[in-house]
């Protein structure tokens, strides 16, 4: 889809045209490369994936776990994807989510809260960010939270004010697939993925929200919105674009950084390409569209390499 800025320059050049003495040529010009800007998408994160084992195709889509409308309107070939599918497989199952397990999942010990296990100088970092995302919010609201949930909340916040109501890109998918009577399915527990953070030390949560943080205020003082760049790449289908976004989140702590990629994203698309070709085997007859995070699908060791190795084929769409 075009951007704004391209049918703002349209729109300006029409007016300026108005008085040429070649106002019909200049008019179908313009039209035509609108109609061109409308033809030109993309290339989404969406690979065909196609195995010996199976007698059809299945999918592979990278998303964003962000709410935006922009995310939201999905490209013909994906709509194509989906609408082909006989199930939709998203990375948990939202029907299988128990709320009130997770909320003690996210919450600390009795006895302990957040502004006693932060340094003073984070804490008064988190509160004025909170301050900053509404003014009727503070860090209070977050002691009782687990530091990494402090840290998550900060990245997912801003589009839940912004946007609320709006479903995030995965849970949308999902919702719709039931509603066109779909199957759907994860491919991980919720509380795996819970485990993930608690396999942080208090030292390495605390890394975490602090390398959060300082990326917002530093995005703050150069006026751009970080979260924004990560669509606007993942909207453009650049690869490494995407993942140089997704760097800039991590903080100097190299050490800390290798071990979060390695249990949050390397050892996870290992077992997500197993659980994929595990299902596509037990289901030949059945067509599956997997969605999970976009960075799954990113670098040498992608859930795409991994499916390869295990004899499927994929063609990125």
Known sequence: MPT?????????????????????????????????AFSVQAKPFLWKIESASSAKPSWVFGTIHVRSPQVNDLPPVVNRAIKNADVLVTEIDFDAID??????????????NLQKLLPTKLWRQLDSRMKKISSLMSANILNQFKIWTAAVTLVTIG?????????????????DAKAAGKETDG???????????????????????????????????????PIAQIETAWLSGDATELNRQMLLWQGDN???????????????????????????RQQPNKSFFFAVGAGHLIGD????????????QLNRL
Not at 254 to 273: C, L, S, W
């Open 4 to 36: 704004i800025n391209s049918l703002v320059f349209v729109q300006r050049s029409v007016f300026l045209q108005l008085q040429s003495d070649y106002l019909i040529k200049l008019v179908w010009i313009t039209l035509l490369s609108v109609m061109l």
């Open 301 to 312: 060791k992608s859930v795409q390499v991994h499916l390869q190795k295990m004899g499927n």
């Open 187 to 225: 491919l991980e527990t919720f509380a795996e993925q819970l485990s993930i953070f608690d396999r942080l030390s208090t030292r390495e949560q605390i890394q975490m929200l602090k390398d959060t943080l300082d990326v917002l205020d530093q995005a703050e003082s150069k006026n751009i919105d």
């Open 254 to 280: 190299q050490q800390f950084n290798k071990k979060f990629n390695r249990i949050a994203i390397e050892q996870r698309n290992q077992t997500m390409a197993e659980r994929i070709t595990q299902k596509m």
């Open 159 to 175: 589009d839940e004010l912004k946007y609320p109501g709006l479903m995030a890109l995965d849970m949308k998918l999902a919702t």
């Open 99 to 112: 709320l009130a397990a997770t909320l003690q999942a996210t919450q600390l010990p009795a006895g302990q």
